[in-house]
Each structure stands twice: as C-alpha cells, then as structure tokens.
DNA sequence: CCTGATGTAGACCACGTGGTTAATGTTAAT
DNA sequence: ATTAACATTAACCACGTGGTCTACATCAGG
C-alpha cells in the first residue's frame, strides 16, 4: 500500500544479461528513452540474486539464455524471496515451452530481443504498472501451448477405455472411500453396510480395474481422472 | 491443408447469443464493417451445436451469460466435436475464472461486449488466421490468475510442514516403489535388500509421516508432490 | 572417541486384506 | 414373466500387512 505510491515514476530497475554488449545496449535504451532507473546490472544469476536482494528494484529485466544457472531459475528464486520483485524475461527465442514455463514461475512479461525497442519500453511500463504483459504473438503462442497441454490431460483422462466407467454407482462409493484411504470397517461404517458387503465390492472393484490390491486401486483411480472427472467435466 | 486457402477471406461465422437485439447488433456490424460470412445465428447453446454440425463454419461467437445450458459447456462441446470450428468467447465480465476456464476449455478468443467494435473485428480477424486473441487488459487478467493458482499449487507442495522432507533416501525410494502398487516382496526385489527390512522402512514411513497404512502413505506422497517435486521443482 | 543417524535384518503376533463360493432381495429391461 | 444386473450378506482360508522389539554395521560430526 504505501509502497504503491513510490513507483508511480522512476521504477527501479536491473537487468540481467551475460552478453556485455546486449547488457549495455539495453541499459542505454532504457536510460535515454524511459523515465527508469537502472540501478544495478548483472551477468550472472547468482550475482543478480544478490544485487536483488540489496537494492530492492520493482523491475528485473532476466535474460534467459544463460549458462551457468539458468534464467528460468533464477525467476523462480526471485519469486521465493517474495520480495515484489516483478520480471520481465528476455530471450531469443519464442519457443512456446520456454514462454510457458516462464508465465509459471512468475515471470510479469516475456520480450524477444528481437523486438522492437518501443516494444521494450512498453512492456516495462505495463508491468511497473502492476500489469502481466505479453506481445500478442507470443501469447498467441503460450495458449496454443496451454491449451494443447490441456486438450491431451482431458484426452487422456475420459477418452479410450477407461475402466472406472464400468463401476456402478455403488462401486464408486466405495472406491471414493479407498482414495481416502479408509479401511473396510470403516468404509462399512460410513455407507451402513456390513464388512463382507463392503469387500464384494473392492473385490468387483479390483476385477473391473484389473489390479490386485486396493493400493493399485487408488493409484488407477487418480491416474485416470476419478475425482478429475467432477472438477473436468462438471465445474469446467 | 486443403482447407487453409479456402477461409483466408470470407471466413464463416455463427453468433450464438441469448439477447435477440444484441445478437442482431452484432450481426449487422459484422455483416457491415468486415469481410465474414454470418451464416446463422442461435438464442440458445443446443440450437447452436446443431448449426455448426450443419454448417461448419470456421469461426463461432458464443455468448458466455446463458442461462440454461450454459456457454462454456457449450464450448467444451464444440471442442469435443473436433470439427475445427474456432470459438470466440463473448461476455459481459471480465471475472478472471470466467476468462480462464474459457481459455482452458479450448476458447480461441475471449471478447467484453463493453468492448469497440473495431477490436471485436480483429479479434475475429486474429482468430480466423488460427491465432488466439486475448484483448491485453483480459490476457494480463488471465495471467493474474494462472500464476495465482500456479504459486497456490507449488506453495501447497513445497511449503510449511512437509513431512516428506524428513524421510531419508532410502525411505524415498521405498515410498516411491509403494506409489506404484508394489509388495513388500517386490519392493525387497527392486531394492535388492530383505523384505523385513522393507518392512523396517516403510513403518518408519509411517511414523513420519503420522498415517496407518500404505495406502495413505501413497496418498500423503502424491498430495503432497512427491512426484511433483521433480516436475515442479527440478524441470521447471 | 563416541554418539546419533542410517541401513540392514530376524522373530513374533494380531489383524487387515484378497480370493472364492453361495445365497437372497430388488429393480430395470426384454 | 423372465432374465440380467446390482446390492446385500455369510463363512472360510491363505497371505499380506502393521506394530514392536531387538540387534548389528557403517559413517559423519562433535
């Protein structure tokens, strides 16, 4: 809250980058064309988590082709230290993957470098700004990625033959129970039935989902989208 | 293939909206300010499945506040349909789990009601190109909430108590063969060690991570990112 | 040097579990 | 009206499992 007023104008910034000349072309750009303040530059990861952690900046410009310890990393320690700290990842590359899992771990914007300096500019801005930004080509990309991603999970949990769809409804019940890891007194207990009903069933259970053993049972159970299958379908 | 030369202009569209005079509205302005096709129109999601099998556009807008059934069922359902039909989400809420759920369910585009004209036509333009179009404000609003839930879900895992951490090498390689159904006997095979000394680590197991039996332990581990770990953590 | 953590192993016992067979009542479909 | 599917229960048995106690070897760290 009071912090929010402080970086209405001269956000502070620091970029990360193990090419020295790019570093320094970046750090021009920024100081002739925008309003920020570099305040610190890196060329190494371990050196910027440091520099991070000393000036506070509520920008961090990361390349993410680095050796070393890589960007990508470097992004998620920065979002462990909690400190606000908001990153723009910059690379070459638009691959979807590499978008994607930097968007996971946090990163507020992802730029190519072969972009427009404008673009750059821009991007700061919106993200100082408290925004999420991404040039529409790329996130055209991310969600062909994220959606794709999804499309095989869904496939993969009520497509072919999944076998938990020849569980009555009784069956069900029960192996509900099992994933909760109840025994059969229990399970007995919980449904009023008596302990030889509740074994019929996990036995007609193990048969049905071909596995010998109530462990199997629950794993089969969770790999194929059992209690998914509310959250997936239902409460798309 | 065959198919890419025939939409690149005249791109064929169905709006499906409850509200007649806006379903016109948007009709007329698509008709009058661009190159598309409206080839039907639907007040309700059953009318409108029926449509795109008979027409086969390339391009739907679906209106997302139904009643009845509603629209990101419908949306699940055309995706289900597979016929490449390319949906545009159109609302009048920019609520965050509504843009995501959209998104995941396979929305090419999402669109507010509130929003130009100008950007609904690009948008269709955007999508009919086999791009996905999110407007900046909703894309930095859906990301929002994509890390929100991403930070929720590592935090879960990796964070406060777990009592994974205090199990010892050995005993995470045991508690990894058990998640994968295994006997004392086959974990003793696998191990290359006797099965009383299975025996030995999985009750330590147990006591560490305070469950009674395999089967919560199995679940404890994958509640509690066991697997994950290496997929959160390491392969970010 | 010695303590603590770890991995290994055996023995014992109570109990939960898995496999099988048989039987009954209910309900839905043919 | 008859069948098929389902839910229910019993009795039995073999075996896996969980709990406990004891014991020994190794190795790192104080």
Redo the contacts with the bound molecule.
């Keep these: 809250m009071r912090r929010g007023l402080e970086f209405k104008k001269k956000a502070r910034i620091i970029i990360v980058d193990d090419n020295y000349e790019h570093l320094n072309g970046v750090r021009e750009l920024i100081e002739i064309e925008s309003d920020f303040d570099v305040v610190a530059t890196a060329t190494s990861a371990s050196v910027a988590i440091s520099l991070i952690k000393k000036y506070r900046p509520e920008i961090v410009l990361m390349d993410i082709n680095m050796p070393e310890k890589d960007g990508l990393t470097a992004i998620a320690e920065i979002e462990k230290l909690d400190l606000g700290v908001r990153t723009i990842a910059l690379t070459g590359y638009d691959d979807p993957d590499l978008i994607f899992r930097a968007m996971k771990i946090g990163a507020k914007g992802y730029i190519l470098k072969t972009m427009a300096s404008a673009q750059l500019i821009y991007a700061i801005d919106e993200v100082a700004a408290g925004k999420i930004y991404l040039p529409n080509t790329l996130s055209s990309r991310f969600f062909e990625y994220f959606q794709k991603s999804f499309k095989e999970e869904i496939q993969s949990i009520s497509d072919e033959e999944n076998l938990l769809n020849?569980l009555?409804?009784?069956?069900e019940e029960v192996l509900d129970l099992l994933t909760q890891g109840i025994?059969?007194?229990g399970v007995?207990q919980k449904?009023?039935?008596?302990?030889?009903?509740?074994?019929?069933?996990?036995?007609?259970i193990?048969?049905k989902l071909q596995v010998?053993?109530?462990?199997q049972?629950v794993l089969y159970a969770l790999n194929n989208g059992f209690l998914n299958k509310r959250k997936v379908k239902i409460a798309i």
């Design positions: 020849y009555t409804q009784r069956e025994t059969y007194k007995a449904l009023f039935i008596s302990e030889t009903t509740v074994k019929t069933h996990v036995n007609n193990f048969q010998n053993d109530r462990t049972a």
